[in-house]
């Protein structure tokens, strides 16, 4: 069994490995969250990627034998000298535009992410990659990773801000929505009340494990007889809200899995 490391900001993140546990039931896990500093999104693209790489460091130091960005800002900011730093597969996040402009019926594709994705390197290297036919209508989600991480996912706040951020969307028209931030697939409640069920929603959660799930299989680890392995929780703020956090947004069932939670000591 492999020892999987994934980094997030904050709880974003949990949406990523509740469906590695979906997929990948078997591994071990490291969740380490990050959220004594989130949200990212707001944060110079230089602190992103030394944060990001230190974390990820400290992963690779823990044993784990591939890591997850499963922060579409970290990635869109650090992957690529994480990549060149730590010689274990790095398996990194990104807006779905790509699939999102192959569903579209209309051409027309929100994008809901953080300020620091869309303006980065990254992402605007992905959009000039697609055909000039699709419009896509970038919106930043200001605000929605702050409530999402201090529980307030569902709240009547949340979805007043989250109605502001998606009406440019809405009033272009838009068909598919790319949610470009591992936040935001818990907020799917909200948006299909505000916008409806026609419009495709583009996550890619199962997208990225998959990519894992084959990473994983390319490094042959030895095989184990157990059906669940176990997931430790670290935190960089409270260990205990991130554990109940993750009992609250995830479907996974952690009652399955050998679960601990710590708090994060410093990392340089």
């Given at each position: 069994?492999?020892?999987?490391?994934?980094?997030?900001?904050?709880?974003?993140?949990?949406?990523?490995?509740?469906e590695a546990l979906r997929q990948l039931p078997q591994h071990h896990y490291i969740y380490l969250a990050d959220s004594a500093n989130a949200p990212y999104g707001e944060k110079t693209s230089e602190w992103?990627?030394?944060?990001?790489?230190?974390l990820c460091r400290y992963l690779a130091s823990k044993g784990c034998d591939a890591i997850v960005i499963a922060c579409n800002t970290a990635t869109a900011e650090a992957i690529k000298?994480?990549?060149?730093?730590?010689?274990?597969?790095?398996?990194?996040?990104?807006?779905?535009?790509?699939?999102?402009?192959?569903?579209s019926q209309n051409n027309i594709v929100g994008v809901l992410a953080t300020?620091?994705?869309?303006k980065s390197?990254?992402?605007?290297?992905?959009?000039?990659?697609?055909?000039?036919?699709?419009?896509?209508?970038?919106?930043?989600?200001?605000?929605?990773?702050?409530?999402?991480?201090?529980?307030?996912?569902?709240?009547?706040?949340?979805?007043e801000l989250l109605a502001k951020h998606l009406e440019p969307i809405q009033d272009a028209g838009a068909d598919?929505?790319?949610l470009g931030c591992t936040h935001y697939p818990f907020l799917r409640k909200s948006i299909?009340?505000?916008?409806?069920?026609?419009?495709?929603?583009?996550d890619?959660?199962?997208?990225?494990?998959?990519?894992?799930?084959?990473?994983?299989?390319?490094?042959?680890?030895e095989s184990g007889n157990k059906e669940f392995g176990s997931v430790l929780f670290l935190s960089s703020k409270n260990e205990a809200s991130l554990l109940s956090m993750a009992q609250d947004l995830m479907s996974a069932d952690l009652t399955s899995h050998a679960v601990e939670a710590r708090i994060l000591g410093e990392v340089r």
């Open positions: 069994m492999a020892l999987i490391g994934v980094f997030d900001s904050g709880v974003g993140g949990l949406s990523i490995l509740d992103i990627a030394d944060r990001s790489l230190n000298q994480i990549r060149e730093a730590i010689a274990i597969p790095i398996i990194g996040v990104e807006p779905g535009i790509k699939p999102a402009a192959m569903q300020e620091a994705t869309l390197d990254k992402f605007i290297a992905l959009l000039n990659t697609l055909p000039n036919d699709c419009q896509f209508i970038k919106q930043a989600g200001a605000g929605l990773v702050q409530l999402i991480e201090s529980g307030q996912a569902d709240s009547v706040d949340t979805l598919t929505l790319v299909r009340k505000l916008l409806g069920e026609s419009i495709t929603l583009i890619t959660s199962d997208a990225v494990v998959r990519q894992l799930k084959r990473q994983i299989d390319l490094l042959k680890t």
